[in-house]
Nanobody, 124 residues
Framework: QVQLVESGGGSVQPGGSLRLSCAAS????????MAWFRQAPGKEREGVAT???????YYKDSVKGRFTISRDNAKNTLYLQMNSLKPEDTAMYYC??????????????????WGQGTQVTVSS
């Protein structure tokens, strides 16, 4: 049974930082493209960052320079370090996995597995 379990969400003031984690089980983690998506109320789910098997990364333009995606294949864990957070970053954040490499930021239609989500709220 495939499981992706996120943690690390919460509430933070603008300019603050959060680190999200995603623990994967039931899959051959090291072979997968891993990604973070987010969905704000009333908006479509969007890709935030993707990391390929060997660590190459892709980012949504609005988070470049502020967010860092990384993976630890030995621990089957995915991370998203979020710095300089803005109110517009407020959303439910989802961990995702895809079995087919794309060489770019993943689209939600290409995801094979989803986590349950963790809420990130940026507000003063």
């Amino acid at each position: 049974q495939v499981q992706l379990v996120e943690s690390g969400g919460g509430s933070v003031q603008p300019g603050g930082s959060l680190r999200l984690s995603c623990a994967a089980s039931g899959i051959t983690y090291s072979t997968l493209y891993m990604a973070w998506f987010r969905q704000a109320p009333g908006k479509e789910r969007e890709g935030v960052a993707t990391v390929a098997r060997y660590g190459y990364t892709y980012y949504k333009d609005s988070v470049k320079g502020r967010f860092t995606i990384s993976r630890d294949n030995a621990k089957n864990t995915l991370y998203l370090q979020m710095n300089s957070l803005k109110p517009e970053d407020t959303a439910m954040y989802y961990c995702a996995a895809a079995s087919i490499p794309r060489g770019r930021l993943l689209d939600s239609s290409e995801v094979n597995y989803w986590g349950q989500g963790t809420q990130v709220t940026v507000s003063s």
